[in-house]
């Protein structure tokens, strides 16, 4: 419960004006859909690479499997998912460069 009302403080505060959603579900995807266009996000410094943008871009893949997960019971491993989804997207990349952003 404290989550959903900080989400639901959070999308009052930035959004207020619309109302708040009148379900659970409408509320996680305005709060996820905030975070996506960075305005629950800190400002990136100046050293920052490409691939929190591109996290944002393609966290799709990842919700998925780690909602999968929760749903099957497996939650305990939600972390270890979301680094085997990033490893599939982002096969090229080492992982020193896609494990702080993720985390």
Known sequence: ????ATMAALVFRLDGDKGLPSSRTALFAHFVGLLREGRLS?????????LP????????PI???MAA?????VEDR???L???EMRALRPDTPKS???EALR
């Open 97 to 99: 460069e896609w494990y």
């Open 69 to 73: 997960a929760q749903v099957d019971g």
């Open 82 to 84: 979301a680094c085997d």
């Open 53 to 60: 943008r591109w996290l944002l871009d393609a966290v799709d």
């Open 1 to 4: 419960m404290p989550l959903l």
């Open 78 to 80: 939600l972390f270890s």
């Open 42 to 50: 800190p400002k990136p410094s100046p050293d920052t690479t490409d």
């Open 63 to 65: 919700l998925n499997a």
